[in-house]
T-cell receptor, first 113, second 110 residues
Framework: ETGVTQSPTHLIKTRGQQVTLRCSSQSGHNTVSWYQQALGQGPQFIFQYYREEENGRGNFPPRFSGLQFPNYSSELNVNALELDDSALYLC????????????FGPGTRLTVT | KQEVTQIPAALSVPEGENLVLNCSFTDSAIYNLQWFRQDPGKGLTSLLL?????REQTSGRLNASLDKSSGRSTLYIAASQPGDSATYLC?????????FGTGTRLLVSP
């Protein structure tokens, strides 16, 4: 069984640029959630995708957007990057027999300069 | 709105000590309560998940309890080891999302 993977592991961008982060869900899972974790804080829910549709959204502006593909992998896109977007971005997949338990990937560290 | 608080924010203990980490949540309407471990700069590793109908779960030296009526969960670590040093996060599961506390940073000294 393959776990949740994310790419890239690290990324440095300039304020105003756009970024795309990728996540492959665990085998058998049809739901992907994205979280932002600022330094010293707990992760904050960005949004969730279920069977290619957005299925809930946290308190993040529209410049945070996402996609889920037929194989249930997912992308997080952030436009017009701001310095405060610097964080660890975590992807979690769920579904299958343990539908409520979320399994996290290793994260992507985004630095905005 | 669900809010999750963890106490203490940091804890330093000598190896071999038993310890308790605390988590409280404001809305008792949760699906389950999940405890995670996070090593510096890394992702989250799930330790224990307690469903809302359960009172506790155990895995090895770890035991987690849940009291929905009081809005509290505890993570008990027996016979702590230096390899247990990490940040421990609890998360309350509502519809669609996890709501996390800010974590307890644990340091176990040899």
């Amino acid at each position: 069984e393959t776990g949740v993977t994310q790419s890239p592991t690290h990324l440095i961008k300039t304020r105003g640029q756009q970024v795309t982060l990728r996540c492959s869900s665990q085998s058998g899972h049809n739901t992907v959630s994205w979280y932002q974790q600022a330094l010293g804080q707990g992760p904050q829910f960005i949004f969730q995708y279920y069977r290619e549709e957005e299925n809930g959204r946290g308190n993040f502006p529209p410049r945070f957007s996402g996609l889920q593909f037929p194989n249930y992998s997912s992308e997080l896109n952030v436009n017009a990057l701001e310095l405060d977007d610097s964080a660890l971005y975590l992807c979690a997949s769920s579904g299958g027999s343990s539908s409520y338990e979320q399994y996290f990937g290793p994260g992507t560290r985004l630095t905005v300069t | 709105k669900q809010e999750v608080t963890q106490i203490p924010a940091a804890l330093s203990v000598p190896e071999g000590e038993n310890l308790v980490l605390n988590c409280s949540f404001t809305d008792s309407a949760i699906y389950n309560l999940q405890w995670f471990r996070q090593d510096p700069g890394k992702g989250l590793t799930s330790l224990l998940l307690i469903q809302s109908s359960q009172r506790e779960q155990t895995s090895g030296r770890l035991n987690a309890s849940l009291d929905k009526s009081s809005g509290r969960s505890t993570l008990y670590i027996a016979a702590s080891q230096p390899g247990d040093s990490a940040t421990y996060l609890c998360a309350a599961t509502g519809f669609q999302k996890l709501v996390f506390g800010t974590g307890t940073r644990l340091l176990v000294s040899p």
